[in-house]
């Protein structure tokens, strides 16, 4: 334990947000960075402490809620007890966000951008020390290169998505998006500038690709191997990319790769709510979920169900489905089972009475953060089938995950891209893609059903599609451009 905060506040000496630390450090720090990962036994231990930065980035609420709570998937529970008891409110982790009003100075997502920055940084110094490992063996070396390969274009996409419009926002893609870093700044300060959407897509996928090719059969960390990077999963993240790009030929036989060759099924229509409600394992078809955080005891520290948990009436989280979204569900629908309705005490105009709110069943108990699933990968195949003129695959697939779900089947392929899209908010809430498929397909966000925003409703295209850069980052990087409005 010593060691891992050791290993902890190196990393945070170099992250971004702390550049005259670093300048201050130096040369010392440097001979403890040559120490930490040396051998490699410290450069895997660099690397689960990827994995939990990965974890604590993504799970807790700001990220976790802000693709379906943009787009109207969600909506506030209210407040359980006290003298408060009642109201509903908006988080203040998440109110400039929810409102479309964020603020470069005092930005919701400031934590985000430096740690996704920072695990870019640790990413890329094991990626620079690992070559010269003398204890480990090429295959060795090769492994631990790919997940840390992943995990840097992984969290470049996710900084991408919520700080770069969409891939098609402009015809050649030659808009905005974000920092690429391929270097640590363990040598010195460097102030680069924002690639092109393009170029930042080219490469995630040139990283993703190299990791595919360098991955063995097993990672070298301890621990659930649903848990960590590998060739599938990291495929997965691929068709990702490709979907949100609009590759649709490398969409489809990307995720088509995962569905024939993964080894990974289709959870059952008969088990799918028990897999759900299961207390700590992830759903059988899961390509990754990252672990959640235990103590010295193995006693969970902290899970999803902090964000989405419902315990007793006067125990409880913020978030809730709206029925913008409760409502698409047909009655026969298996995915209606999955959420936990409770009429809770609330004040409407300030009179006191109940109303239902529906709990999300996909992260009680010990929930961990769920990545990446097989469905998802239907879904994938299916949207890229109908791009390439082939609608009766499209909907063959998306007749699969509505089968699954005991919902009625498509007889005809009319209204097949909006079918998609609403089978992808069905089957994916929670998950966090609303938001990002309404900005990919260019529709507008429309908030209905418990909006407690002065904006409700965003029209496409629209400047607050994305998030401002943080002041204190653009404050400290100079040629780090702003995005418009803000």
Known sequence: MKYLKYLSIFFLIFSLQSCSDFLEQEPGTQTSIDELLQNK??????????????????????????????????????????????????????????????????????????ESYDIINQANLILEYTPALTDATDTEKKQIKAEALAIRAYTHFLLSLVYSQDYKYTPDASHLGIIYNTESIKSGIQYPARKTAADTYSLIINDLKTAIESYSDDSLLSGPAYSFFNRKNTKALLARVYLQKGDWTNAYEMANDVI????????????????????????????????????????????????????????????????????????????KQLFLTKSLFTLVNGAQTYLNYNFTKKFQNNAGYVAFRLSEMYLIRAEAALETNRADLAMADLNIIRARANASLLTNTANLKENIFLERRKELCFEGFLFFDIARMHKDVSRNDGCISTVCGLAYPSLKYVLPIPTFNTNLNPNLQQNDSY
């Open 41 to 114: 036994t410290g450069v895997l231990q660099a690397l689960r402490g990827l994995y939990s930065s990965v974890e604590a980035n993504v799970r807790p609420e700001r990220y976790a809620v802000y693709a379906d709570l943009q787009g109207g998937n969600i909506k506030f529970a209210p407040i359980a007890t006290g003298g408060l008891r009642g109201q509903i409110s908006a988080s203040s982790n998440i109110q400039q966000v929810y409102s479309f009003d964020d603020v470069a100075l005092s930005s919701n997502f400031k934590t985000f951008y430096d």
């Open 260 to 335: 024939t060759n993964s080894g990974v099924v289709l959870t059952t229509k008969e088990t799918l709510i028990a897999e759900w409600e299961k207390p700590d394992l992830p759903v059988s078809e899961i390509l990754l979920e990252f672990s959640i955080p235990k103590d010295t005891e193995g006693s969970v520290t902290s899970s999803m169900a902090q964000t989405f948990g419902y315990t007793s009436d006067t125990n409880f989280e913020k978030y809730t489905a709206s029925n913008d979204l409760i409502d698409l569900y047909e009655n026969t629908d298996l995915r």
